[in-house]
């Protein structure tokens, strides 16, 4: 099957099985979700040019109280642009694909790395954040007795489809910045203003560039 220039073979969504298909029906599949012009926009961009854009940005933390070698691997180097790809979701009618965007050794990586560890200390004060199943089902033990009236309660599930691409940038930064900002003596900011983390995270989530095949896209 390596050896069939025609055939792709991918790793299923949710579980450990592969898929065979042919790389044309693969490449269909996954163009029907990069067509949503609503999420995604062709472009031309370079890892060298995102690079300068990057080294840019980061002049906003100089002087500031981040260490000053966490500071410099900020800075881009000899980097790649993310790769896009998609599971079979082989659980679902016709197999639709589950976007994945690859993004280890991008000019974002270092900087979004470092985002990640300062806002990652916020989930305990986000009421709705779940650990575990096991967290789900006790919050529910502990909870349904409160709600039963003359019916008991019917627990509902629900899913989004395209649920990062469809929030909205501004009011996802804006929300996120309400929590840094109200949790700020909580958490170790790294030496990041809350100014300079505002802007930080809007630039990263603007500049969500990766390819496929030989065309540049970027999330809107």
């Not at 260490?67 to 639709?96: C, I, M, Q, S, V």
């Not at 990062?164 to 909580?186: F, N, R």
Request: one cysteine or more.
């Amino acid at each position: 099957l390596k050896q069939n220039e025609e055939m792709t073979i991918k790793r299923a969504d949710k579980s450990k099985s592969f898929v065979v298909m042919s790389k044309t029906t693969y490449s269909e599949k996954v163009h029907d979700i990069l067509k949503n012009e609503q999420n995604y926009e062709e472009c031309s961009m370079t890892a060298e040019k995102l690079e300068d854009l990057v080294n840019e940005e980061l002049k906003i933390l100089e002087g500031s109280d981040m260490d000053p070698a966490l500071l410099r691997g900020l800075h881009p180097n000899g980097t790649r642009l993310a790769e896009f790809y998609g599971l079979p979701k082989t659980h679902k009618a016709n197999t639709p694909m589950r976007p994945v965007v690859a993004a280890c050794d991008t000019p974002l990586t270092a900087l979004s790395t470092v985002l990640e560890r300062v806002l990652n200390q916020l989930l305990p004060f986000v009421p709705a954040h779940l650990e575990s199943t096991k967290d789900a089902i006790d919050r529910l033990k502990s909870t349904l007795p409160t709600l039963r009236s003359d019916k008991d309660p019917i627990i509902v599930s629900m899913d989004v489809v395209g649920l990062y691409p469809s929030i909205p940038i501004d009011e996802g930064v804006e929300a996120v910045m309400s929590m840094v900002s109200k949790h700020t003596g909580d958490i170790d900011m790294l030496g990041i203003p809350v100014g300079a983390m505002w802007k930080l995270l809007g630039f990263v989530l603007r500049n969500n560039y990766f390819r496929f095949g030989n065309t540049i896209y970027r999330q809107r």
